[in-house]
């Protein structure tokens, strides 16, 4: 994996590109890497990804602890791993315990020997070196090492623990590590500043690639956040890349690019996509018909749209007029209705297409603003404008 850095905005936001050995062309950041099940994302079929936006969609996050059910790490290696396996030749694949899904940190359980996760298989204790073992045979272009991630709450104690166990682990992995992918080292301390620090420095003297930063969306606040991201990208190296975990809506995508952060996890779009939500909002944040309310926006927060709503059972028009997504070009809002009423899986496909297709525009116009020294311009406007759609469809609820 190569990596380098584009373009800066007047902060810390940065524009860069992402080269993989088995894909041709570079995957620029800040992007978005696509949650997915044991591989492939949770609704829509392989045939169907190359509908998305090339090379933007082209990287793919899995979770490890879901193949713990099924095939076995043998299995998976005498298949030649999971891009032989999947036939996703063109891919990229980042391995990270965490998925925000169905994978999450169970800290009460953690102990100095593994990390503890609850996991569709229940509660799971993963050493390192049972952990190495998934990578070894799964062979994905970026994996991140072993964390002990614990919420907002905990003590400073157990933050320190927290961070020394990370450290250790991350040792082992490096140790343990197979020829081949990226190596990100894990980041944690919980939502204490020092411990963050500390983890940082630690990390930083090591043999990695790029850097996962762990333990996000466990309970900080929004306004604690930025100091949070700020006192630890600003000790890590420039040329490397940073992936976190836990920052799904667009406002927290926003406060992790101008920290300078580089790739984010995409939870926010499967859990739209699961209550049959849409994703509306302008790319720039700006709607320029807000103030113009009418009957036909119930069931919208003007950021998003309930399609499961009765007043679009006879609606004729596209998600989003002007999407050039599969989505929008063939269907329409009384259809995917209709589907999700009768609660045919189709639903869930077409708009977790329309949500991909709609929230990678967002990251390309997220660069697009870097690229002209304009982001903290569109962060602040992004902001003020999801703020009064939301004040808007607040007052005609």
């Not at 998925?99 to 569709?120: R, W």
Request: charged residues 20%.
């Amino acid at each position: 994996m190569k990596f380098a850095v584009k373009a800066w905005s007047n902060g810390s936001a940065r524009a860069g590109v992402v080269q993989l050995g088995n894909f041709p062309h570079p995957i620029e950041t800040p992007c978005l890497l696509l949650s997915t099940r044991k591989g492939l994302p949770f609704f829509i079929s392989p045939d169907l990804l190359p509908s998305l936006p090339s090379p933007d969609s082209h990287l793919l996050q899995v979770c490890p602890l879901h193949f713990l059910e099924g095939l076995s790490p043998k299995t998976i290696s005498n298949s030649g791993g999971l891009h032989q396996m999947l036939g996703l030749h063109d891919y990229g694949l980042a391995a990270v315990t965490r998925d925000s899904i169905q994978c999450l940190p169970e800290y009460n359980s953690t102990n100095k020997v593994g990390a503890s996760f609850e996991t569709p298989c229940g509660r799971l204790l993963i050493k390192p070196v049972e952990y190495m073992e998934l990578i070894s045979s799964m062979r994905p272009n970026i994996w991140a090492t072993l964390a002990d991630e614990v919420p907002t709450w905990v003590s400073d104690k157990r933050n320190r623990t927290s961070v020394d166990r990370t450290v250790r682990w991350l040792d082992d992995c490096i140790a343990l590590s197979p020829a081949g992918g990226a190596v990100f080292g894990a980041i944690v301390g919980g939502s204490n500043v020092e411990e963050r620090r500390r983890c940082a420095q630690e990390v930083a003297k090591r043999n990695v690639s790029g850097y996962w930063i762990g333990g996000f969306g466990l309970g900080e606040s929004r306004d604690e956040r930025p100091a949070l991201l700020n006192t630890i990208t600003d000790i890590l190296p420039e040329e490397k890349p940073r992936l976190i975990c836990g920052l799904g809506l667009p406002e927290e995508v926003l406060q992790g690019v101008a920290s300078g952060v580089d790739l984010f996890d995409s939870v926010y779009i499967y859990h739209l996509t699961l209550g049959g939500f849409a994703i509306t909002f302008p790319l720039n944040g700006v709607d320029e018909n807000e103030s113009n309310f009418q009957l036909s926006d119930i069931g919208s927060d003007r950021t998003k749209i309930n399609l499961r709503a009765t007043v679009y059972r006879k609606d004729t028009s596209p998600i989003v007029e002007g999407c050039s997504c599969y989505t929008c070009q063939n269907h329409t809002k009384a259809y995917i209705n209709h589907l999700l009423n009768v609660h045919e899986m189709l639903a869930q496909t077409l708009i977790e297409i329309h949500n991909t297709h709609h929230y990678l525009g967002f990251f390309r116009a997220i660069r697009e603003a870097i690229k002209t020294g304009n982001f903290e311009q569109f962060h602040r406007q992004f902001i003020e404008g999801r703020r009064n759609c939301v004040a808007v469809a607040a007052v005609h609820a």
